[in-house]
Nanobody, 124 residues
Framework: QLQLVESGGGLVQPGGSLRLSCAAT?????????IGWFRQAPGKEREGVSC????????NYADSVKGRFTISRDNAKKTVYLQMNSLKPEDTGVYYC????????????????WGQGTQVTVSS
């Protein structure tokens, strides 16, 4: 069973930066999962933020974060990162990483394994 653990969340002022990490343990003998980052604000549906293919050759971003967020991965460390710059209050929410064994996707329902989430709060 694949297990994912997020870290790196916290409180930051508008315009600031955070880097989130998603570390994989468990069934990682063949680490071929596409990984997505998702977020959920209070009272809103979970939405896709960014995703990366298993090799790192392909990435997708929600329009709301293009030019500000960068997703990357280090398969030797079995870790995916989300660098978040120029943060805005509307970026506030619980951020989750999730694994998709089939293809790169920003759709939550296409992901099989989820971490517990890390809180990101952007406020002055």
């Amino acid at each position: 069973q694949l297990q994912l653990v997020e870290s790196g969340g916290g409180l930051v002022q508008p315009g600031g930066s955070l880097r989130l990490s998603c570390a994989a343990t468990g069934f990682t003998l063949n680490y071929y999962y596409a990984i997505g980052w998702f977020r959920q604000a209070p009272g809103k549906e979970r939405e896709g933020v960014s995703c990366i293919s298993s090799s790192g050759s392909s990435t997708n971003y929600a329009d709301s974060v293009k030019g500000r967020f960068t997703i990357s991965r280090d398969n030797a460390k079995k870790t995916v990162y989300l660098q978040m710059n120029s943060l805005k209050p509307e970026d506030t929410g619980v951020y989750y990483c999730a694994a998709n064994p089939r293809w790169i996707s920003l759709l939550p329902d296409e992901h099989d394994y989820w971490g517990q989430g890390t809180q990101v709060t952007v406020s002055s």
